[in-house]
């Protein structure tokens, strides 16, 4: 294969472009709940506890753990050296989507799909964050490559590619499998229309497909029926509109992305307009959105069978996502679509590349990259600008106090990820729906006064959730169960430290009230928002309850603040 030399440097160039702007504040990163928990799973000793883990106890496919498993092995555990491995998977995304989007379309589209995979924020953001999201964009493009070509000429070594490509999906992304479904239809549709005489070989590339997917298929629908038993989960926060499509959207093509970690109640422009101001709601959103629609436009005008292909199935696997999480199977977020994030934006290419005016084309492309660039440095919403990590503040603040080995923290929600930035002390880590309301939750029973056949069925109505969060006492069995575990075990003088974090959950007390008044809890059928809301009173209420019950039985010595405004932390000594 001959390769054109000065496009070669210039694809190096832009490769190495990519590197950079995905290497820009590395070294002030911090982890985060969802990246730490990925991080104490690759910790396991060995493959199998990875495995074991993940198709017991949780719903993520177990590929990327393994990887990072390894990585960890290889180079150690270090903050910036974790986030390099999304940064690898994301900058190999330009010069690897260069050389498929030339292979499916041409040089000139090419390029431009390599100038805006460089310069998307969506992908530098994913890049920086220590989960699968940088390695999707990659994988989408690989089986995308491949899924054109089997169905519009179909191969054997082509079909053992998709079938390694997307088994490779599916054991990454726990909604892969929805991916290589749109896939499947998509082709399937077109197989029937124009390529009848391979619709059995086609078939059979799946089918296979499908039979790899049997074993983690089990767990997944094992765990998943497992957490439909909870009363409440962390779900339960996520709520989605069809004003999701605009916020994908705006995601997907504009250097303005929003709402990365839980979506808006709905896709408001007047609220857009008054966050970026008017100049920024001009440049960040209407002239990439511009620019995006016409792109797509002359893509579909073309009829191109190949962007067709790409888009049907691209199309219908969102489609599927939004039906989910319409039916509460699944919460969508942005970072759940990012299996199909560079498909599109190759589609875009395609239609750009079609204006012919040369000053036009040079002029969009440079317009898009200054853009996208200016945000990187001045916007407020930069990608650069990651989510804040509560434990490495809460650690910091801890270290502040003098917490020490012989003291207690106790830090609900994930608390015993500190260890990654605090090995003092004793950790004590709950969620309010661990401790009352999950399927296995010790304390439910004898709480809610449950016999023996309502705590086996979980039945909702027999709970009384709304007397619960009206008492504000704490539960005796609760007490009970901090003094027999925790406080009793204190030496005089020993300390106990409450890690709160502001930004987790906690209704603030002015709003705790009208807010319980406001929903009813033991309804059936909550809506997405009450259900939501009623995840928050549970969890404010839990955590008021521990600040009772340790102001009781220990003196409160002093209230921490943090750096991050969202941390608080309460010190508690023994005194007897």
């Given at each position: 294969m001959k390769f054109d030399k000065k496009l070669l440097i210039f694809i190096t160039l832009l490769t190495l472009a990519a590197l950079g702007l995905r290497l820009i504040n590395i070294s002030n990163a911090a982890l985060w709940i969802d990246e730490l928990y990925c991080y104490d799973i690759a910790l396991k000793p060995t493959i199998t506890e990875i495995l074991k883990t993940v198709f017991l106890t949780d719903l993520h496919a177990p590929l990327f753990f393994i990887i990072l498993h390894f990585w960890i092995k290889l180079f150690g555990g270090s903050d910036t050296v974790l986030i390099m491995l999304p940064v690898i998977f994301s900058t190999l995304s330009v010069p690897v989507g260069y050389f498929i989007c030339k292979k499916?379309?041409?040089?000139?589209?090419?390029?431009?799909?390599?100038?805006?995979?460089?310069?998307?924020?969506?992908?530098?953001?994913?890049?920086?964050?220590?989960?699968?999201?940088?390695?999707?964009?990659?994988?989408?493009?690989?089986?995308?490559?491949?899924?054109?070509?089997?169905?519009?000429?179909?191969?054997?070594?082509?079909?053992?590619?998709?079938?390694?490509?997307?088994?490779?999906?599916?054991?990454?992304?726990?909604?892969?499998?929805?991916?290589?479904?749109?896939?499947?239809?998509?082709?399937?549709?077109?197989?029937?229309f124009k390529r009848k005489e391979n619709l059995k070989n086609y078939l059979y590339s799946f089918i296979f497909t499908g039979i790899l997917y049997i074993p983690y298929f089990y767990f997944q629908m094992k765990t998943m029926m497992g957490l439909n038993k909870s009363i409440c989960t962390l779900f339960d926060m996520f709520h989605f509109?069809?004003?999701?499509?605009?916020?994908?959207?705006?995601?997907?093509?504009?250097?303005?992305?929003?709402?990365?970690?839980?979506?808006?109640?709905?896709?408001?422009?007047?609220?857009?307009?008054?966050?970026?101001?008017?100049?920024?709601?001009?440049?960040?959103?209407?002239?990439?959105?511009?620019?995006?629609?016409?792109?797509?436009?002359?893509?579909?005008?073309?009829?191109?069978?190949?962007?067709?292909?790409?888009?049907?199935?691209?199309?219908?696997?969102?489609?599927?996502?939004?039906?989910?999480?319409?039916?509460h199977i699944i919460p969508l977020v942005t970072r759940y679509t990012m299996l199909i994030h560079l498909a599109m934006t190759m589609i875009l290419a395609y239609g750009i590349s079609k204006i012919r005016n040369i000053k036009v084309l040079y002029g969009t492309l440079s317009v898009l990259i200054f853009i996208a660039l200016f945000s990187f440095l001045f916007y407020k919403n930069s990608p650069l600008k990651r989510n804040s990590s509560f434990h490495y503040y809460s650690a910091r603040a801890l270290e502040q106090a003098g917490a020490g080995d012989g003291d207690i923290i106790v830090m609900p929600y994930f608390g015993r990820f500190l260890y990654k930035y605090f090995d003092k002390g004793q950790l004590v880590d709950y969620r309010s729906e661990e401790l009352l309301l999950m399927s296995d939750a010790f304390l439910m029973k004898e709480t809610f006064g449950l016999s023996q056949d309502e705590y086996k069925n979980k039945d909702k109505s027999t709970l009384k959730l709304q007397k619960y969060l009206e008492n504000p006492e704490p539960p005796q069995e609760?007490?009970?169960?901090?003094?027999?575990?925790?406080?009793?075990?204190?030496?005089?003088?020993?300390?106990?430290?409450?890690?709160?974090?502001?930004?987790?959950?906690?209704?603030?007390?002015?709003?705790?009230l009208p807010m319980l008044k406001g929903v009813n809890i033991d309804k059936q059928n909550l809506t997405e928002i009450e259900r939501s809301a009623r995840y928050a009173l549970l969890y404010t209420k839990i955590l008021k309850n521990l600040e009772t019950l340790f102001s009781r039985n220990l003196r409160q010595v002093r209230v921490y603040g943090s750096e991050n405004q969202d941390v608080k932390i309460f010190e508690f000594v023994k005194e007897k």
């Amino acid at each position: 294969m001959k390769f054109d030399k000065k496009l070669l440097i210039f694809i190096t160039l832009l490769t190495l472009a990519a590197l950079g702007l995905r290497l820009i504040n590395i070294s002030n990163a911090a982890l985060w709940i969802d990246e730490l928990y990925c991080y104490d799973i690759a910790l396991k000793p060995t493959i199998t506890e990875i495995l074991k883990t993940v198709f017991l106890t949780d719903l993520h496919a177990p590929l990327f753990f393994i990887i990072l498993h390894f990585w960890i092995k290889l180079f150690g555990g270090s903050d910036t050296v974790l986030i390099m491995l999304p940064v690898i998977f994301s900058t190999l995304s330009v010069p690897v989507g260069y050389f498929i989007c030339k292979k499916l379309f041409d040089t000139k589209t090419a390029v431009i799909f390599s100038l805006l995979n460089t310069f998307s924020a969506l992908e530098i953001y994913y890049a920086q964050e220590l989960k699968f999201y940088s390695l999707l964009p990659l994988l989408g493009l690989l089986s995308l490559y491949f899924f054109s070509k089997i169905t519009q000429n179909f191969s054997i070594k082509d079909a053992l590619w998709i079938l390694l490509t997307n088994t490779v999906i599916i054991y990454t992304f726990n909604a892969g499998v929805f991916f290589v479904f749109a896939e499947f239809a998509a082709g399937l549709a077109f197989m029937l229309f124009k390529r009848k005489e391979n619709l059995k070989n086609y078939l059979y590339s799946f089918i296979f497909t499908g039979i790899l997917y049997i074993p983690y298929f089990y767990f997944q629908m094992k765990t998943m029926m497992g957490l439909n038993k909870s009363i409440c989960t962390l779900f339960d926060m996520f709520h989605f509109d069809l004003g999701f499509v605009f916020t994908l959207i705006q995601n997907f093509f504009t250097p303005a992305i929003t709402n990365i970690s839980n979506n808006p109640l709905n896709y408001n422009p007047v609220e857009m307009l008054k966050e970026t101001g008017f100049i920024g709601f001009l440049l960040y959103i209407v002239i990439f959105g511009a620019i995006g629609v016409y792109g797509f436009y002359k893509g579909l005008k073309d009829r191109n069978k190949t962007a067709l292909l790409i888009l049907s199935a691209s199309l219908l696997f969102i489609f599927i996502l939004i039906l989910l999480a319409q039916i509460h199977i699944i919460p969508l977020v942005t970072r759940y679509t990012m299996l199909i994030h560079l498909a599109m934006t190759m589609i875009l290419a395609y239609g750009i590349s079609k204006i012919r005016n040369i000053k036009v084309l040079y002029g969009t492309l440079s317009v898009l990259i200054f853009i996208a660039l200016f945000s990187f440095l001045f916007y407020k919403n930069s990608p650069l600008k990651r989510n804040s990590s509560f434990h490495y503040y809460s650690a910091r603040a801890l270290e502040q106090a003098g917490a020490g080995d012989g003291d207690i923290i106790v830090m609900p929600y994930f608390g015993r990820f500190l260890y990654k930035y605090f090995d003092k002390g004793q950790l004590v880590d709950y969620r309010s729906e661990e401790l009352l309301l999950m399927s296995d939750a010790f304390l439910m029973k004898e709480t809610f006064g449950l016999s023996q056949d309502e705590y086996k069925n979980k039945d909702k109505s027999t709970l009384k959730l709304q007397k619960y969060l009206e008492n504000p006492e704490p539960p005796q069995e609760l007490e009970k169960y901090f003094k027999e575990n925790y406080l009793s075990k204190l030496k005089k003088g020993q300390k106990l430290y409450l890690v709160e974090n502001y930004s987790m959950y906690i209704v603030p007390d002015e709003l705790y009230l009208p807010m319980l008044k406001g929903v009813n809890i033991d309804k059936q059928n909550l809506t997405e928002i009450e259900r939501s809301a009623r995840y928050a009173l549970l969890y404010t209420k839990i955590l008021k309850n521990l600040e009772t019950l340790f102001s009781r039985n220990l003196r409160q010595v002093r209230v921490y603040g943090s750096e991050n405004q969202d941390v608080k932390i309460f010190e508690f000594v023994k005194e007897k």
